[in-house]
């Protein structure tokens, strides 16, 4: 795979993401794929994934795992309802995270992402250390495969992040890094994030989004790349310096307006081509 291949988040029956066949339109070569529903997840349905992708020259780098029930509605929502931290969800969630794994391992994808939900940002919280044993146990999980765990950004402050990760200490358990996610959570500058969570960035999302006037209490408002707040040529000259060679996924969801998704996936792709177009890799700067 060539440094920095383009992908769009994707779906092929949960209606998130960009369409297969646009994605093939808009040129891309890779995909975060959303997880499908449990009756297609079958290996009959992965074999006909993998050729109908093969047919599209598309590749999938990670699967994401969602769950039904989780509600993006506002801040507290997201904290009630998302990932395994809800504690009423957490045993039937995690045994469906266990398939959706074992689904991303017959489509040979190494890489499983999810929101783990709001982690608390106290260590002494009982639930903190209860999160830390069940991620230790799906990370675990994983290694049967070689593969490993993406924690997506977004509810906790980066220095919290490395904390869990480092409490988990697992050697299968990295980041996907989500720039507007930082600030649609109100969780830290994205770029001053990036920087401390570098060394465990394994995928990233290329998203945009404006700040809240109450950060942390209200969301932010997701925008079309190049819009928002993201100063993404200074985000891709960070990803180089931080020798981060995969690919870079759009995600921009708006399903409900899919002429308008097209045309700022568009967008998005012809600015992320002009950008790292003006970069020269590191090595090569002295050639």
Known sequence: MSRWPLG????????????????????????????????LRTPQSARELLQRLGDLGIEITCVFAGFDGESYADIPAVKRTVGLVPSETRAARTAELKEIIDFAASLKVTSVGLHLGFV????????????????SDICGYCSRSRQAIHLETGQE???????????????????????????????????????KLGPLVRSVHCKDALWSDRPGETWGREVALGEGAVEFARYLELLDQLGYQGPLTIERELSQEPKRQQEEVGHAVGLLTKLMSEITPRGRENQ
């Open 8 to 39: 769009v988040f994707s779906s092929i029956d949960a209606g998130f993401g960009v369409q297969l066949d646009v994605a093939h339109k808009l040129g891309v070569t890779t995909i975060h794929l959303h997880a499908p529903n449990r009756e």
């Open 120 to 135: 608390p940002h106290d260590a002494d919280d009982p639930e903190y250390s209860s999160l830390v044993h069940l991620t």
């Open 157 to 195: 402050p980066a220095n919290v992040l490395i904390r869990f990760i480092g409490d988990v200490n697992c050697d299968n358990l990295f980041v996907n890094f989500d720039p507007a996610n930082m600030i649609l959570y109100g969780c830290g500058e994205p770029l001053e994030a990036l920087k």
